[in-house]
C-alpha cells in the first residue's frame, strides 16, 4: 500500500467517483491498455473505474504525492480510501473480475518484496516487450462511462 488518501481533495475525488475502486494506469503501454481491456471484459458489474495517469486526474494525482510526472513505472488501485500500487494493486484488482481471475490473488502468499521485484522487471522492460502507443488508449463508448479524469 502506497498510503492512506491524505487530504479533502482526494476525498471528494473518491465520491465523485462513487466510491468505486479507481485503476490509474499507464495509458500508452500497450500492456497496461491489455489489462486495462482485460479486466473490463470480465468485470461484468462495472465495480472498476480507469484513468490513463496521463490524464488531469492521474497527473494531479501524481503530483500531489511527489512522484515523476513523465515516468510511469507503476499502476495504482483507490479502494476505500487507500491507495495501493504495484503487485498489491493488481491482486487487489483482479478480486473484482469474475471467476476464476480472482484466484490470482493466492499470489500474496509471496512476500510483497518478492512479487514487487517481479512487477518492476516487467514494468522497466514493458515498451520493449510489448510496445507503446502514440496515444492514450481511447475507450469505446459502451466502456467511456467506466473511464474518469
Known amino acids: 500500500m502506497l498510503n492512506s488518501l491524505p487530504n479533502e481533495q482526494d476525498r471528494i475525488l473518491a465520491?465523485?467517483?462513487g466510491g468505486k475502486p479507481v485503476?490509474?494506469?499507464d495509458g500508452v503501454c500497450n500492456l497496461c491498455s491489455?489489462?486495462?481491456?482485460?479486466?473490463?471484459?470480465?468485470d461484468p458489474s462495472a465495480r472498476l473505474r480507469f484513468a490513463p495517469v496521463q490524464s488531469d486526474l492521474g497527473q494531479d494525482f501524481l503530483r500531489r504525492r511527489n512522484l515523476p510526472t513523465d515516468v510511469f513505472e507503476s499502476f495504482y488501485l483507490i479502494e476505500d480510501g487507500q491507495v495501493f500500487e504495484k503487485?498489491?494493486?493488481f491482486l487487489r484488482m483482479v478480486r473484482h473480475l469474475r471467476r476464476p481471475w480472482p484466484l490470482l490473488r493466492a499470489a500474496r502468499i509471496l512476500?510483497?518484496?518478492l512479487r514487487d521485484w517481479?512487477?518492476?522487471r516487467i514494468a522497466r522492460n514493458r515498451y520493449r516487450l510489448f510496445g507503446r502507443r502514440d496515444s492514450c488508449l481511447m475507450p469505446s463508448p459502451e466502456v467511456a462511462s467506466r473511464f474518469v479524469g
Do not use: C, K, N
Open 15 to 17: 465520491a465523485t467517483i
Open 23 to 25: 485503476v490509474l494506469f
Open 34 to 42: 491489455f489489462w486495462v481491456r482485460f479486466a473490463i471484459a470480465r
Open 87 to 89: 503487485s498489491t494493486a
Open 111 to 113: 512476500p510483497r518484496p
Open 118 to 120: 517481479i512487477y518492476d
